[in-house]
Structures are given as C-alpha cells and as structure tokens.
C-alpha cells in the first residue's frame, strides 16, 4: 500500500511513517515545516517528503491518504482530497487497523508523563525479553528512536504506545486513544488542559471514559487512585479489572529512601526496589505505574523495578545539555504549572535549599497561548530562586511580566533571545542550576546560554 501522511512532520505522524515503512507499506508525506531533525530521520528511512500542502500532490495517487490533526478544513490539499472523494483516514484510526489489531497494546494517557511512563514501560518489557513494539512522543535514550514495529527478533505479540487526548482529525473530534483498543491501559493524571479543544475539566472526563469503555473485560486499567478526576471517570463505568496506584492504602504505593531509591508495594507487601537517579515524586508515580502495566502481561515486579535502574529517561526530560563553569544547563519539556512545579520541585528536592536555581520558561503550548493558566504560573515556580520568562503580548495575547508579577524582583519577562541569554548569564554563578522549559525549539536558547557561560 502507498500512503501519503499530510502533517508527516510532527512527533506521531513522524513516528506512525517509519511504523509504515518498517511494515512494508510505502510511504511519503508532506507538511508546513519540512526541516531537520524530524526531515532528516524520516529521509533516511527512504521516506519522501514534500514542502507544503500543495493540490498537485494527488499526482502521486496514493493508495490511501493519512491525515494528521495539525491540518484542517480550508487546506488546499484536503479540500482536493475531500473534492475529488479520494480515500482518507486519521492517523490514529489507520494505526489502529494497521498496526495496532493484533498486538496487546498497552497505552498510557494522562494529562502529565505520558512519555516517560510509556517509555519506562517499553524499557521494562524489553529487558524482560518482550521485545515490544512502541510510539512514544519523544525520544527514550535507552532505545535512541520514538518508534519501532518490534525489538530484537523482529516480531513481537505487545506494543505501548503514548494515548493522547488530544483530537483525531478535524473531522474525528474524538481522542486518538480511543483508536488504540488498549487491552492495558494507564491513567496518569487527570487536569484541565488543551484548552483550545476542551471547554471545561469535565469534557476531557468524558474522553477518558470513552477510553475506559474501550478496554475489554480481561483488561486492566491502571490508575492513579489519589486523582479526584479518575475517580469520576470511573464512577461512570467500568468494565475491566483495575488497580489504583499512589499513596498508602492504594493497590501500588511506594516508601522513599535517601538518593531517590523506593520500596515497590503491592497491596501492603514490598516486592521489590527501585533504584536509580531519577528525582520527583512525579517520576516514582510514574515508574509505579509502569512496574504495574507490566505485571499485567506478567512481568513479576522485583524485575521490573530492577530493570529501572538502566532506564536513561527521555530526551528533553531534565536532559542535561551542558556544564559551564560549574552551572549546570537542563532542558525540560514542561509547559504545564502542574509540570513546571513537579520539575522545579524535584530538581530541588535533588539539590537541597542551598543550591540555586534559574528557571527559564517559554510559555507557547496552546493552552497557555490562551492565558487559561497564567494565574496558576507564579505558583509553580516558588521553587525556583530567579525567573525568566520569555514571550510578548503579540504571541501570547496577554502580558508574561504581569502574571510573574507576584514572583516580585525574582522574575524578568523578556521578548528577546539575545536579551534574555544576556540577563541569564549575567546572574548565574558557579553551583547554580538553569533548567530551560518549554515545548518548543525556544529559539536554541540553551546552546546560546552554553556559549554565553562560556564567555
């Protein structure tokens, strides 16, 4: 089968094309952006690409067009797809029938790590020789890729996959998880968010009860019993199995030790310890998490937690990007204050009340975009020592250095790269971490703040 992917270029259409091409379909796409590194990777991998989304791209007369949700009624190549009734699907429906049918798919949602559960989760199955296969909207340095049809071997009978609930298509406004027919699924967290879709908390409750209607019987859903959101979704049906993790009294829980090590509990027994370099408790709910998706394919738990110690995290997850002068830089995908406060805060439960921290924070996600949590950003950065924002009225449509206000002298707001790196370099001292959040490129900020702590 030929396929053609409009909006190839993002990380699931990206990750779904190299699934494509592993499968023995071929495959070329197209997209707004057609730039490094996402081009590169997909262009090694003998993947056409196309600038645009230019009419005469129906000259290719692909089997079947796959259409990925950045793209919407008005472009000029869907509306010569939709005029001339060529064949079309969704991405998440098409990987859904293609790749998806006979795997035990085990999916992990939530409104927050999402891509470290589920990469945490492909890493565990594989050490355990499960071979999986995995999408995941980021890059697992244990693996070097987003995406792969099976491990070593080739073949293998179980995929995880990274459930968002973010819509289909502009003409599937439903979940892209309810495509996945996870027989595990996880349920991280629940908040509002994505609040250019979602009127209101309760909408995506519904989404996540629709997900629940879709795990079978034999399944199992996982999820996190301290979140007053999944108990409503729950309450609303459920069909499968299900076990709750998070504090004492919860089918998983976990007792911290010194250095970010913890005990694995399951129903008042410890069953084994996790031991690694990973900080926040965010990360130990997470890892939770994992260990109990991966019992259900059978797994036992103290392998599961001894297989964390190898795990290497995600890109872009309090990845380190260089040591200056003793200031150490971290780049961090967090553009949610729930995110923004669970990242300042491990890093400083990491370093103690006597290290420093500057916060650097580009606030582009949609949701923010619109201002629905600009109130709630103050708050989550308490933990940080000094903060720099960056993004002016004209981008966000509403004022960065007025909401930071609270935050009083600790907080600038910038609308200059060069003026920000500048303001940076000069506060930070030697001990000091910077940790740079965003979920974007941010301008390459944080290879200008190396070479600026280096001058």
Known sequence: MHIHILGICGTFMGGLAVLAKEAGHRVTGCDANVYPPMSTQLEAQGIELIQGFGPEQTRLAPDLYVIGNVVSRGNPLVEEILNRSLPYVSGPQWMGEHILRDKWVLA???THGKTTTSAMLAWIL???????GFL??????NFG????LAGKGGQSDFFVIEADEYDTAFFDKRSKFVHYHAKTAVMNNLEYDHADIFPDLAAIETQFH???????GIGRIVYNGDEASLARVLERGCWSERESFGAAGKDWAMQEHAGGAFDVIFRGKTEGRVEWRLTGKHNRCNALAAIAAARHVGVPIAQAAAALAAFQNVKRRMEVRGVVNDITVYDDFAHHPTAIATTVGGLRQKIGESGRILAVLEPRSNTMKLGAMKDALPGSLVDADLVFGFGGHDALGWSLGDALAPLGSLARSFEDIGALVAAVAGAARPGDQIIVMSNGGFGGVHQKLL???AR
């Open 108 to 110: 992990v949602a939530g």
């Open 126 to 132: 594989d050490d355990a020789g499960y071979a999986p």
């Open 136 to 141: 995941i909207g980021g890059v697992p340095m």
């Open 145 to 148: 890729i987003s995406a792969r």
């Open 210 to 216: 629709h997900l629940a209607r879709t795990v079978p």
């Open 451 to 453: 070479e600026a702590l």
